[in-house]
């Protein structure tokens, strides 16, 4: 398949995901005091992700942006703002904070919380920041899918909010009180149709078929159901293909794909710097699972080009 490397996206989204760390460099100015601030990455304890950090580490390094790899515990420990709030970890100054943990509730004790609020309160640029990683959970998503908020969002722009809307699966409130009621009563009579999602990042959260149904008769009457959202099930085509992993047979499947699409967003404020694709990945499963992705050793790596 002499074709297929040329094809492969991994070498784009690098190059894309490194120049949006220079856009952001770029952009806190006058916030640094000299043009060598770093990039912290912050990291876990025991990483499974390694690769793709060093890989975007390397795409820095040659554009001269040097990484430092720190955990929550070493900025609570090492880590202070001075007058201005500019961010120093081990005397070094920081340009951009890049979080690659703190996106589950178990990520955070006592000391992780107050590392965190430290780096949000200083001025060197977050990816994500607490607003823009609460935007991205199930819940928001949930919200923007509701009547008149992406019309409030996009103003005077029915065509926009119709595209946009086009693309929503339905997603339903669990919160007390009838709509979420309705929202139960139609998962419980229709399980097939629907998936249980609760506010987690990743996949293997999720919950279908009788798992859904047992949560749903021990949520019904809780204040805990609020912290789910119900979707409507995506049922897309399923097609035949060989999953390939090491040191297992190969092996023919009806499959299912999903494409995810990688997007470099920076703004300053409420002024949009950049917003634009990367790159893609696309994930192939067989049809017998109904949640997980490749680290859950699920689903593959797949290329959308034809060989």
């Excluded at 607490?130 to 019309?151: D, F, H, M, N, P």
């Excluded at 893609?280 to 067989?286: D, E, F, I, M, N």
Aim: glycine letters at 8%; a neutral charge; charged letters at 25%.
């Amino acid at each position: 398949m002499p074709t297929l490397p040329g094809k492969l996206c991994s070498s784009s989204c690098l190059k894309g995901v490194a120049q949006w760390e220079c856009k952001l460099c770029s952009h806190t100015g006058p916030l640094c005091s000299f043009p060598r601030a770093l990039v912290l990455l912050i990291a876990q304890e025991k990483e499974r992700n390694i690769f793709d950090q060093r890989a975007i580490e390397n795409e820095l390094l040659a554009r001269n942006i040097h990484v430092i790899r720190r955990r929550f515990e070493d900025v609570s420990e090492k880590g202070s703002l001075d007058q201005d709030r500019k961010l120093f970890v081990d005397g070094q100054e920081i340009a951009v904070v890049y979080f690659r943990d703190g996106y589950m509730p178990s990520q955070y004790n006592l000391q992780n919380w107050g590392a965190r609020l430290l780096l949000e309160r200083s001025c060197a640029v977050k990816c994500p920041d607490i607003a823009t990683q609460l935007a991205g959970t199930k819940k928001v998503q949930q919200e923007l899918s509701r009547v008149g908020v992406l019309e409030a969002l996009l103003p005077g722009q029915p065509e926009a909010v119709a595209r946009l809307r086009a693309t929503f699966a339905g997603l339903y409130s669990l919160d007390m009180g009838g709509e979420g009621d309705q929202a139960i009563a139609e998962a419980l009579a229709a399980p097939s149709r629907f998936v249980l999602k609760p506010q987690r990042e990743g996949g293997g959260n999720n919950l279908y078929g009788e798992e859904m149904t047992q949560a749903l008769e021990r949520l019904k009457d809780s204040d805990e159901r609020a912290s789910y959202i119900l979707m409507e099930k995506i049922e897309p085509e399923p097609f035949g293909n060989c999953l390939l992993r090491p040191g297992s047979p190969v092996r023919v499947s009806q499959c299912i794909s999903e494409l995810g699409i990688f997007g470099v967003y920076v703004r300053q404020g409420k002024t949009l710097v950049m917003n634009r694709h990367v790159g893609h990945l696309l994930r192939t499963k067989a049809t017998e699972h109904a949640d997980g992705g490749v680290a859950a050793g699920v689903a593959v790596l797949d290329n959308p080009y034809p060989a």
